[in-house]
């Protein structure tokens, strides 16, 4: 189905032009300033589409607990993140979103970088467009440097009319 691109996937669909590395970086700090707190944590956008979203942190001084590890809150930011912009991705411009649960499971201690890869399926994308409102769980897998997931994590995203009635 072809429909109107939102305000954020126009945003990276101009992006997409360019190379891979300098790609990364615009769309870091384009997004940082629709989201500021994203700066704070020093998230990086890999990859951008419409059906998933990969955001990943490096394991620096400014994100770490006090084990040398990524912090808690800096791993469900992340897969908190990696939700959102897919789902903004897809909500049209007219709808507001808004994350309706977290649930995050931490299953072990966490070795390096980080990255989360969440995704929508065509039917998820289709709910946006047909329902003034509704809610979706979004999958994302989160893994560290070793290749392996440290957390578990469900993301409930809620989307509404921005107009009240």
């Known amino acids: 189905m072809n429909r109107i691109q939102n305000r954020m996937s126009r945003l990276a669909a101009r992006c ?11 769309l870091t700090r384009l997004f940082s300033r629709l989201v500021p707190f994203l700066g704070t944590a ?8 419409p059906q998933q979203v990969v955001v990943s942190v490096r394991n620096r001084r400014k994100v ?25 991705m897809n909500v049209p411009d007219d709808k507001l979103m808004l994350l309706k649960s977290m649930k995050v499971n931490y299953l072990k201690r966490s070795q390096g970088d980080m990255r989360a890869e969440a995704t929508l399926t065509p039917e998820q994308i289709d709910a946006f467009h047909r329902s003034d409102k509704g809610d979706v769980t979004v999958p994302v897998i989160v893994t560290d440097q070793s290749g392996e997931a440290p957390i578990a994590c469900e993301m409930v995203w809620a989307w509404i009319p921005k107009k009240r009635n």
């Open 42 to 49: 020093s998230l990086r956008f890999d990859q951008v589409t």
């Open 16 to 26: 997409n032009g360019l190379p891979t590395g300098l790609r990364s970086v615009v």
């Open 64 to 88: 770490q607990n006090h084990i040398k590890g990524v912090h808690a809150a800096a791993m469900a930011l992340l897969a908190e993140t990696a939700t959102g912009f897919v789902v903004g």
